[in-house]
């Protein structure tokens, strides 16, 4: 209990449960760029870690009052902004094929050089290093380098190592892959379905003329 301006106790609602699941329940596909904003869904120390909320008017309500965390305006979109030294963010990945990756965090630090350190299910990945400015967060660049993965579904830590860092997103590239094909007999299914929902819509709003016209 906390003291409320009128000298009564006042109960301290605890934090909303949120169920930990991929951001939306969609996992984050690799190859593929990981946007840092779309983090794991769940509760702080669950799926996110360290963030001081000192973004003040600068901060997107991007998440919600449900998280304790500073989303800032980058460019055309939205990365994570006045982080601390060690905060943490997760991502349920589901790595498409076996290989090593080039990997690419986009950043900016108006502090200087810095790291962004990332973990796969536990264990150290790969740090990526970066040279970073003097007072200028809008100027973004690339920090690099490379880590086997392995297919499957995985849980990414990224660990923004040096306080201060802008990060708007992670890219892993496998060099030479080709993405799937579509499978063109889903395509089939998918066009006979919309055809029959078209026809049946049609054959509804026919019979509700003709019983209207009955009346």
């Not at 939205?78 to 094929?97: F, I, K, P, S």
């Not at 400015?133 to 490379?146: C, L, P, Q, V």
Request: hydrophobic residues 35%; charged residues 20%; aromatic residues 10%.
């Amino acid at each position: 209990f906390n003291m409320s301006d009128n000298g009564k106790p006042s109960e301290i609602v605890p934090p909303k449960d949120i169920p930990r699941q991929p951001y939306n329940g969609v996992k984050a596909k690799i190859p593929g760029t990981i946007e840092a904003e779309n983090f794991d869904e769940g509760n702080e120390g669950v799926s996110y870690a360290g963030a001081t909320g000192s973004s003040g008017s600068d901060g997107l309500d991007y998440r919600g009052e449900d998280y304790f965390i500073d989303i800032v305006g980058c460019g055309n979109g939205a990365c994570l902004g006045y982080t601390a030294a060690n905060e943490w963010v997760e991502y349920t990945v589901d790595v498409l094929e076996s290989g090593e990756y080039d990997i690419e965090a986009y950043v900016s630090n108006g502090s200087g050089s810095g790291t962004v350190e990332l973990d796969l299910d536990g264990k150290a990945l790969v740090s990526l290093p970066f040279t970073g400015t003097t007072d200028d967060w809008n100027t973004y660049e690339s920090a690099t380098g490379k880590a086997s993965l392995t297919a499957g579904e995985h849980v990414l830590r990224v660990t923004i190592a040096t306080a201060n860092t802008n990060l708007d997103y992670v890219k892993f590239t496998l060099p030479g892959y080709t993405p799937p094909a579509e499978d063109p007999s889903a395509i089939a299914t998918t066009l006979r379905l919309l055809n029959l929902t078209s026809e049946m819509d049609f054959a509804g709003t026919f019979i509700s003329l003709y019983l209207s016209v009955k009346k």
